[in-house]
Nanobody, 127 residues
């Protein structure tokens, strides 16, 4: 059973970059489809990006060209590189994992696809 732990959040200025990490224990990152989600106060959790076991990646339109998902199998860690951050990127960011998602592809941007979640790391973009 996968256990997920996010890190790397913080307070940054608009236009800055951050890299979030999600370490997986109890299982291996390459066995799972993985995703990053975010939730701002008063809003629903939304999919940011996801990666399938074959390496195919999917992105929300709001982050395309700015965010990049990657993973390091040797470190059992998922990453989210966030560039050109905007105030609207402010949210709690969560990573998620699923061994056998009912659907794949862009469906991986839907929270219900996942059974395993981390506790989240806060990202605040403000001047």
């Amino acid at each position: 059973q996968a256990q997920l732990a996010e890190s790397g959040g913080g307070l940054v200025q608009p236009g800055s970059s951050l890299r979030l990490s999600c370490h997986v224990s109890g299982s291996t990152v390459d066995e799972h489809s993985m995703g990053w989600f975010r939730q701002a106060p008063g809003k629903e959790r939304e999919g940011v990006t996801a990666i399938e076991r074959d390496g195919s990646a999917f992105y929300a339109d709001s982050v395309k060209g700015r965010f990049t998902i990657s993973q390091d199998n040797a470190k059992n860690t998922l990453y989210l590189q966030m560039n050109s951050l905007k105030p609207e990127d402010t949210a709690m960011y969560y990573c998620a994992a699923e061994l056998n998602p009912p659907y794949g592809g862009s469906w991986l941007l839907i929270p219900n696809e996942y059974n395993y979640w981390g506790q989240g790391t806060q990202v605040t973009v403000s001047s």
